[in-house]
């Protein structure tokens, strides 16, 4: 039982470039979400899924793109990466049962575009 | 624009010493509020949580304190030990539609051997 997955765990782009990220779960659960984490601003929701085929936006939406034809993947795209994008990247799962609180993360992808 | 707002953002205690760090929140329809524990190059991991109904919640050496009325909440962490340096995130959900986590900026916690 691995838990929560990501793919890469570190990356350079150059402005422009595209890429995406993966993560994986295998624990079954419906929710993913994925956040981005900058100096002194916490965890800032990017886009979030509430079951397979399905996204919605966060906080933080614009210049990302998600996929989650899978239940067990979930996908973030830059399809243009700029300097902003620069952060660390986390994905969480949730399953239906506990609380909302209950998130469970992945070790993260460092990303700087340059 | 739903905001918890979390202090200190970095602290230093020495070993024994209790930890303590405070989050306030405008918005009354939050009702669970967890804390979570982050160490270098890893993800966030739930540490504790509370629901607004209940003032305080204890597992091991971490406390919860919560005062409705005020809007806050904090977390204690007592005889503090050098494994417990990591970053520390309040947080706040909402029962509406779908849940969401709004995350506190995070403290930096330091214990000194």
């Known amino acids: 039982n691995a838990g929560v997955t990501q793919t890469p765990k570190f990356r350079v782009l150059k402005t422009g470039q595209s890429m995406t990220l993966l993560c994986a779960q295998d624990?079954?659960?419906?929710?993913m979400y994925w956040y981005r984490q900058d100096p002194g601003m916490g965890l800032r929701l990017i886009h979030y899924s509430v079951g397979e085929g399905t996204t919605a936006k966060g906080e933080v939406p614009d210049g990302y793109n998600v996929s989650r034809l899978k239940k067990q993947n979930f996908l973030l795209g830059l399809e243009s990466a700029a300097p902003s994008q620069t952060s660390v990247y986390f994905c969480?799962?949730?399953?239906?049962?506990?609380?909302?609180?209950?998130?469970?993360f992945g070790p993260g992808t460092r990303l700087t575009v340059t | 624009q739903q905001q918890v707002k979390q202090s200190p953002q970095s602290l230093i205690v020495q070993k024994g010493g209790i930890s303590i760090i405070n989050c306030a929140y405008e918005n009354t329809a939050f009702d669970y509020f967890p804390w979570y524990q982050q160490f270098p190059g890893k993800g966030p991991a739930l540490l504790i949580a509370i629901r607004p109904d209940v003032s305080e919640k204890k597992e091991g050496r971490f406390t919860i304190s919560f005062n409705k009325s005020a809007k806050q909440f904090s977390l204690h962490i007592m005889d503090s030990q050098p494994g417990d340096s990591a970053t520390y995130f309040c947080a706040a959900s909402m029962n509406t539609g779908f849940q969401k986590l709004v995350f506190g900026t995070g403290t930096r916690l330091l214990v000194s051997p």
């Open positions: 969480a799962s949730r399953g239906t049962s506990g609380g909302p609180y209950e998130q469970y």
């Open positions: 624990m079954n659960h419906e929710y």
